[in-house]
């Protein structure tokens, strides 16, 4: 087991990195106005259509398969794929029709880049029944791989076709997008008619035969009534949640408060500031998920002394952890942001706002790494009624997100976006150290207890203060340095 998730984790760290560094390969060879259509514009669209189509179904069905419901589930999830189409046809009109167009001159084939992304989301959504099944049955590494594969396949024929043709910016990204889609759908179908026919199931038998199985079956009851509650409860809930996760990009979007180009920029700096959350954080809160929803059920009358101890010992652990790590993250990040940027982009990043857009964003990993954890706690063992009464929560919060974000960016610029996620992150721990207080009935000294110890703290100080002290002349010798070859070349052409 530990070496499978070493391995897994080796391979989310290849990923990763490939992912980065054709990322910035692309900022050199496209436009910053290209850059900002389709980072910001068209994958709002890819993630708004993914979201709303499919977060729901796989939050209320990953818990475990049984053979009673079984043939209910599948039918169920199947319900993903009519959900999709409607909501891309939705934002498909809005992403066309409402929303300003991009100026020709600088971004062309703006509707086709639309209607690829609509295409690539419809084709993704067929594989959701066999995605959603291989979680339940813990096919962990299979996740990786496949998305491993997808993202892998996106970022390279991105570069190798702008590499060829750069100025069809609009062109390589809608044929790297629709292949990327075909490969992972037809992947997990692939590897599911081979892995159904193979040893390794007569060995551990699943609860399907074949590729049949999972296809919808229409009979009388077709769905648990208490799964499609949990599933409306959650679309309501995911649909606010996504507004707080992409708020700026929709106020970018819809108020137009930064051009296309500023845009363009702060996707770049956005990226390589989460770098460390996805990389870190994303797998620890999505194992933590899981591993909660199969610890603890959504009726907290049915639990067992044992596993909800359990689950307390776990859930402060991880926390100490994730605190730990957000500080770590913080004080290294805070003083190498500006070295990190011009080794990454040059000085159109490592200067003016490049530089504190990245600070902040050192701050908002710290409160996502705590947030993410203790949310995730939250959404596994929330019944239906209580995550209603928490998206009423999310009204107010979202609303209040919004006009803070609006306000900030009138006064700060683009800094404004990650100031009010900032603030919108903490209100949601709060109110998730609220929900784990009254769940678990914990002595208020226990929060103590997964806080940093006090000599740990003042480390982190001393090592906040030596790295700032040393980031300026490494930074300002590759300044000098660089500066030095552009003579070289000035004289040699002269």
């Not at 993410?372 to 939250?378: A, H, I, T």
């Not at 002595?443 to 030596?466: A, D, F, M, N, R």
Request: net charge positive; glycine share 4%.
């Amino acid at each position: 087991m530990v070496s499978l998730s070493f391995h897994i984790w080796h391979l989310k760290v290849f990923v990763r990195i490939l992912s980065s560094f054709s990322n910035a390969v692309i900022f050199r060879l496209i436009t910053r106005e290209a850059l900002g259509v389709i980072n910001v514009r068209l994958l709002l669209l890819y993630s708004t259509c993914h979201c709303f189509s499919r977060e729901a179904f796989r939050r209320s069905c990953l818990s475990r398969f049984d053979k009673k419901s079984l043939e209910k589930k599948f039918n169920l999830l199947w319900m993903i794929v009519p959900t999709c189409l409607i909501c891309s046809l939705l934002m498909r009109y809005i992403w066309l029709y409402i929303l300003e167009e991009p100026d020709p001159n600088l971004v062309q084939n703006y509707s086709l880049g639309v209607n690829t992304v609509i295409f690539s989301v419809l084709i993704e959504s067929l594989a959701e029944p066999i995605y959603v099944f291989s979680q339940s049955y813990h096919f962990v590494k299979l996740k990786v791989v496949m998305e491993g594969t997808m993202l892998t396949v996106r970022s390279l024929s991105m570069v190798i076709c702008l590499s060829r043709w750069p100025d069809q910016a609009m062109y390589c990204f809608c044929f790297s997008q629709a292949l990327s889609s075909l490969v992972y759908t037809f992947s997990f179908y692939a590897y599911f008619a081979y892995y159904l026919n193979s040893q390794h199931h007569k060995i551990s038998p699943l609860l399907i035969t074949s590729l049949h199985d999972i296809f919808p079956k229409f009979s009388k009851y077709f769905v648990e009534w208490e799964d499609l509650c949990l599933s409306w409860s959650f679309f309501k809930q995911t649909l606010l949640k996504q507004l707080l996760t992409e708020g700026e990009r929709y106020l970018m979007s819809f108020f137009t408060l930064l051009s296309f180009a500023e845009q363009g920029l702060y996707d770049v700096v956005n990226n390589l500031g989460s770098l460390a959350a996805r990389f870190i954080l994303l797998p620890i809160e999505d194992s933590s998920y899981l591993l909660f929803t199969q610890l603890l059920t959504r009726d907290k009358k049915s639990q067992s002394l044992e596993n909800i101890s359990m689950a307390l010992t776990v859930l402060g652990n991880i926390l100490k952890m994730m605190i730990l790590l957000g500080l770590t993250i913080l004080m290294f990040g805070y003083s190498y942001s500006q070295l990190l940027l011009y080794l990454y982009g040059g000085t159109k990043l490592s200067a003016g706002i490049g530089l504190t857009l990245m600070r902040w964003h050192c701050l908002y990993v710290l409160l996502l790494a705590v947030n993410g954890v203790s949310e995730g706690f939250k959404f596994a063992v929330m019944n239906h009624v209580e995550i209603d009464r928490y998206n009423k929560s999310l009204v107010l919060l979202s609303v209040g997100f919004l006009t803070a974000a609006y306000c900030l960016v009138s006064v700060f610029g683009s800094s404004g976006f990650i100031i009010a996620n900032c603030l919108n992150m903490l209100f949601r721990i709060v109110h998730s150290i609220h929900f784990i207080q009254e769940y678990f009935q914990v002595p208020i000294y226990w929060w103590w207890k997964i806080t940093p110890h006090s000599l740990i703290v003042t480390i982190l100080c001393v090592i906040l203060g030596v790295t700032s002290i040393s980031e300026v002349p490494y930074y300002w010798a590759l300044n000098l340095a660089n500066c030095g070859r552009c003579k070289s070349l000035a004289y040699g052409f002269g």
